[in-house]
């Protein structure tokens, strides 16, 4: 497989006819889009940035006391290893999670830097607002009544916030930062590193990196949503590369339907044209790591 560049994702602007143009294109293709004009501002961002920076560069030790447990998602580490034959990525992870308010596991949540906290809080209520309008745009696009996707969501949704550094690698030909996978969520957004390109999406079995666009918030269809539209969002594989010269970092959010609550095609998609493509199922996620540490793909254990 080759590696093309200048691979520009779809940008969102502000006109509702654009975003559901918008996501209904980039979305069915297989592909991500960038949110620009996400009200959210680029000082602010900067800030979330300049944080996550600052945690990943404190001694080790000082890290050491949000270290991840061995049955535990939350907290500071990398890979956790599933399988001895897993591919491990070259990265460094804080997993936290960040909705709601009440499930937080605050421990984890590092003390310094001293804004990190705040920072996260608003973070999080801005991308929730975010999540839910993009749902409702997404399910008036294809004709369905607006909350569908939220619906399955149900009431005990979560939202996974994972802060990511690669450092510099010697050998980025013989390492990847994050080995090629799609996500488990519904919706994924990502910011990206402003200044440092890493992240791959594969099309047609070869992989295009993505522009960094400063300040925009780009947006993934995971394996959950691409279930509930019976196929009609793809949910993208991609990867991240690695850089002999730069650390990067990036900030991924991760919306995810609640574990007990069955997720299926939304009725209004499947009929005679449109058979129905997926199982109904729940706990996706729990499977889904499991595959992911192999490098298979959870949403083929759904097809019918």
Not at 27 to 49: C, E, M, T, V, Y
Not at 125 to 141: D, F
Not at 227 to 243: A, D, E, L, W, Y
């Amino acid at each position: 497989m080759g590696l093309l560049s200048g691979l520009r994702s779809s940008l969102l602007y502000h006109s509702r006819s654009q975003i559901v143009l918008v996501t209904v294109n980039s979305l069915q293709s297989s592909r991500n889009f960038q949110a620009i004009n996400h009200g959210i501002d680029g000082a602010f961002l900067d800030d979330l940035h300049q944080v996550t920076k600052q945690f990943f560069a404190l001694p080790m030790e000082e890290k050491k006391k949000y270290l991840r447990k061995d049955d535990d998602l939350d907290g500071y580490g990398n890979d956790t290893v599933l399988s001895e034959h897993q591919t491990l990525d070259w990265s460094d992870r804080l997993y936290l999670t960040v909705y709601p308010p009440e499930i937080r596991k605050l421990h984890f949540w590092p003390k310094s830097p001293p804004k990190f906290r705040e920072i996260l809080d608003d973070y999080t209520l801005n991308l929730h607002r975010i999540n839910e309008n993009l749902l409702k745009h997404m399910a008036k696009s294809l004709n369905l009544e607006e909350s569908c996707f939220l619906n399955q969501y149900g009431d005990g949704a979560t939202v996974t916030a994972r802060f990511n550094f690669y450092p510099k690698c010697p050998r980025p030909d013989l390492a990847l930062g994050v080995k090629p996978h799609a996500d488990g969520s519904a919706i994924t957004i990502l910011l990206q590193d402003k200044e440092v390109q890493g992240l791959q999406v594969q099309r047609d079995d070869q992989w295009f990196r993505v522009s960094v666009v400063p300040h925009a918030l780009l947006v993934n269809a995971g394996d959950q949503l691409e279930i509930m539209s019976n196929g009609v969002f793809k949910s993208p594989i991609h990867r991240v590369s690695t850089n002999s010269e730069k650390d990067r970092i990036s900030v991924a959010m991760f919306f995810l339907p609640e574990r007990e609550k069955e997720i299926a095609p939304a009725d209004g998609l499947v009929d005679e044209d449109r058979p129905r493509l997926y199982k109904t199922i729940k706990n996706f996620v729990d499977f889904y790591f499991e595959n992911y540490q192999e490098g298979k793909r959870a949403i083929e254990v759904a097809k019918l």
